[in-house]
């Protein structure tokens, strides 16, 4: 299987000049942990991700604030101070975020995106087409689901045709499946993962599923969560 076979496509996005605080609220809302940054093209310029946040709280938050041990402050660059600081006290994407992120394109192999993801210590890998632009995401979660159904080691062409059909029925109906919904098929039966916010969606997106032509069967996985109240 490759990147396009289980990615999330379009996923959501900033821009280098989203405050630091509307970012936070879309990781919460959306329920998701890092958010790739594009430019006006669409090209992934850097990645923002909870553990940038958080890191941020812990360089800034304090009263009074941490002080380095005398003999670190000593050794660090002046450039490598310029940037702690911009990055503790940045208010917008660009000032926090990941510069020039590793990306993969569609065709990269699930074993190759996994070593990478284990390498580089990442979470998630952005997956971009020949001119740079962003087309979708692949996480661990998506490699995990993967694996749990066991695919063979290069996904059938039937298969891969049989996901777009299912992805565009669900665009067809009106269901709101993204980013929270991700589908793989095997041997033409269709997989859903993620989350939803009722019953009633997690039906709807089965019985969409079953309405495509050539779907051999349906299995759900998924979990039903109520949105996360505005605070």
Do not use: C
């Amino acid at each position: 299987m490759q990147a396009k076979d289980v990615m999330t496509p379009d996923p959501i996005t900033v821009r280098p000049e989203t405050p630091v605080e509307e970012i936070a609220r879309l990781l919460l809302d959306k329920r998701i942990s890092g958010v790739p940054v594009v430019d006006e093209a669409g090209r992934v310029v850097g990645i923002v991700s909870e553990g940038d946040l958080i890191r941020r709280l812990e360089d800034s938050g304090e009263d009074p604030p941490r002080r380095r041990s005398w003999w670190l402050e000593l050794l660090q660059l002046p450039e490598e101070r310029a940037r702690a600081f911009v990055r503790a006290h940045g208010r917008r994407a660009r000032d926090i975020m990941t510069p020039d992120p590793v990306t993969v394109r569609p065709e990269t192999p699930l074993p190759a995106i996994a070593r990478l993801l284990e390498e580089r210590g990442i979470k998630r890998v952005p997956v971009v087409d020949e001119d740079g632009r962003l087309v979708g995401i692949v996480s661990r979660a998506d490699l995990l689901r993967a694996l749990a159904v066991q695919p063979p080691r290069a996904a059938a062409t039937d298969d891969r045709a049989l996901r777009e059909a299912v992805l565009q029925a669900f665009d067809r109906a009106g269901l709101t499946h993204y980013p929270y919904v991700n589908v793989v098929v095997q041997d033409g039966v269709v997989h859903l993962w993620g989350i939803v916010g009722s019953r009633e969606m997690a039906e709807a997106l089965r019985v969409a599923a079953e309405e495509v032509p050539g779907v051999r069967a349906v299995e759900v996985h998924l979990a039903v969560r109520s949105p996360v109240p505005e605070i």
